[in-house]
């Protein structure tokens, strides 16, 4: 597919537990990665989409340009540690961006074990998806 829209590129495939990563290598890698990964998101959304109208049980093939999305989804997770470290000191929730639901899942599985700070979303928030970082109510001793 990427051949026929004129990438020259290489693609190596990486199997793991939640199924297939396709790392990419070009040197026309900001082209193919678009705006804030906008491209790259639609390319991913579309092979999917492709082999799922094929096999109804495929598992999801994730699409990365470059380690970049390795990349983007450390620092995101790097980052709300540092503000759930503020969080820890003040005891006052932080309400984080509105993101995308893979973003979100990012926020939500780098504390799912921490044992001070959780993460809460709102159930009906449809228009707005935002996570709250709060300190956890832990149980008097």
């Known amino acids: 597919m990427l051949g026929l ?4 590129c290489e693609i190596k495939e990486s199997h793991f537990d939640h199924g297939l990563t396709l790392q990419v290598y ?3 890698k900001d082209r193919l990665i678009g705006r804030n990964g906008e ?4 390319l ?3 092979l999917n989409r492709i082999l799922q ?3 109804k049980d495929m598992r999801r093939v994730q699409v990365d340009v470059e380690h970049w999305r390795e990349i983007r989804d450390d620092a995101l997770a790097q980052r709300v540690r540092l503000l759930a470290e503020g969080v820890r000191s003040t005891g006052r929730s932080y309400q984080l961006e509105p993101m995308n639901a893979y973003e979100r899942r990012i926020v939500h599985n780098a ?3 921490d044992s001070e700070i959780m993460t809460w979303s709102p159930p009906d928030d449809a228009r707005l998806k935002r996570i709250t970082l709060r300190k956890r109510n832990l149980p008097s001793e």
Do not use: H, I, P, R
Request: cysteine-free.
């Open 5 to 8: 829209l004129g990438f020259v």
């Open 44 to 46: 991913q959304l579309l």
């Open 53 to 55: 109208a094929k096999d």
């Open 26 to 28: 070009t040197s026309q």
């Open 39 to 42: 491209l790259l998101d639609d």
């Open 111 to 113: 504390f799912k074990d």
